[in-house]
């Protein structure tokens, strides 16, 4: 399982490096627009780079940034230091440090899948809970196609692939670094050790039973890599 608190001072520097992860964060900024939001959660900010986008989106809106990890935290308090719109707390997924209904838009990147299949359901729950009525959620994250897990080779096979493919972009485009970070957690995907990779389908499930409708499931480029934008509504 990665050391978040001391990856997070070299996660910009091998992220940002990977074409494939800065135009997801256009992507999702183009769909952060559209919501016209003015109270968002970033949940599992990590060092703030969708919060960064959120506040260029959306020039009138605050965000809470919720981490879980120490040194993510201090990262992201660092960057925004001064920064009235944005204020940044401890907390995870599994209980979100939120009003009811206190947002019109939750946001979350790479985050959630780094919960356990268990907690997914609670995840769900919360996110819903902290949603007002009509809002939106922009869940980015990395999926695979098959259900299961071990020790189901099918399974097995489509994290290697979905992994290997998005290591192979990062090859072509020289970011080094990046490539080997995404090998590295192959192993931790495989053995399910802090890497809960699942379906769309199962989050659209639970999603539905706490009240979130998913309208739309949205492949971002090069599809093979597994990444996909779930857009849901409170209802």
Same mark, same amino acid.
């Given at each position: !399982?990665?050391?978040w608190d001391?990856?997070?001072? /070299?996660?910009?520097?091998?992220?940002?490096?990977d074409?494939v992860?800065t135009g !997801?964060?256009? /992507? !999702?900024g183009?769909?952060?627009? #559209?919501?016209g939001?003015r109270?968002?959660?970033?949940?599992?900010?990590?060092t703030g780079?969708?919060t960064?986008v959120?506040?260029? @989106?959306l020039p009138?809106?605050t965000v809470?940034?919720?981490?879980?990890?120490e040194? *993510?935290?201090?990262? @992201?308090?660092? $960057?925004f230091?001064? /920064?009235?719109r944005?204020?940044v707390?401890?907390?995870?997924a599994?209980?979100?440090p939120?009003? #009811?209904?206190?947002f019109?838009l939750?946001?979350?990147?790479?985050?959630?899948?780094?919960?356990?299949?268990?907690d997914?359901g609670?995840v769900?729950r919360?996110?819903a809970r902290?949603?007002a009525?009509g809002g939106k959620?922009?869940y *980015?994250d990395?999926?695979?196609?098959v259900?299961?897990g071990?020790?189901d080779?099918?399974w097995y096979?489509d994290?290697?692939?979905?992994?290997v493919a998005?290591?192979? @972009?990062?090859?072509?485009s020289?970011a080094? $670094?990046? *490539?080997?970070v995404l090998?590295?957690?192959?192993v931790? @995907?495989l053995e399910q050790d802090?890497e809960?990779?699942?379906t769309? /389908?199962?989050w659209q499930?639970? *999603?539905?039973?706490?009240g979130?409708a998913v309208d739309?499931s949205?492949?971002?480029e090069?599809?093979?890599c597994?990444?996909?934008?779930?857009r849901?509504? $409170?209802a």
């Amino acid at each position: !399982m990665a050391d978040w608190d001391n990856f997070s001072k /070299q996660y910009d520097g091998v992220f940002t490096e990977d074409p494939v992860y800065t135009g !997801m964060l256009r /992507q !999702m900024g183009g769909l952060i627009a #559209d919501t016209g939001a003015r109270r968002v959660l970033d949940l599992g900010c990590g060092t703030g780079n969708l919060t960064a986008v959120a506040l260029d @989106c959306l020039p009138a809106a605050t965000v809470l940034a919720v981490d879980p990890s120490e040194g *993510m935290r201090e990262t @992201c308090s660092e $960057r925004f230091a001064g /920064q009235e719109r944005v204020e940044v707390v401890d907390g995870g997924a599994t209980e979100i440090p939120a009003a #009811d209904g206190g947002f019109d838009l939750v946001i979350s990147s790479l985050a959630l899948h780094h919960v356990p299949v268990e907690d997914k359901g609670r995840v769900a729950r919360e996110i819903a809970r902290v949603t007002a009525p009509g809002g939106k959620l922009l869940y *980015m994250d990395v999926f695979v196609d098959v259900e299961g897990g071990p020790p189901d080779p099918l399974w097995y096979r489509d994290v290697i692939d979905k992994t290997v493919a998005w290591a192979l @972009c990062s090859l072509e485009s020289g970011a080094y $670094r990046h *490539m080997n970070v995404l090998l590295r957690t192959l192993v931790y @995907c495989l053995e399910q050790d802090g890497e809960y990779l699942v379906t769309p /389908q199962s989050w659209q499930a639970l *999603m539905a039973g706490s009240g979130l409708a998913v309208d739309e499931s949205i492949i971002v480029e090069p599809e093979p890599c597994g990444l996909k934008i779930l857009r849901a509504t $409170r209802a």
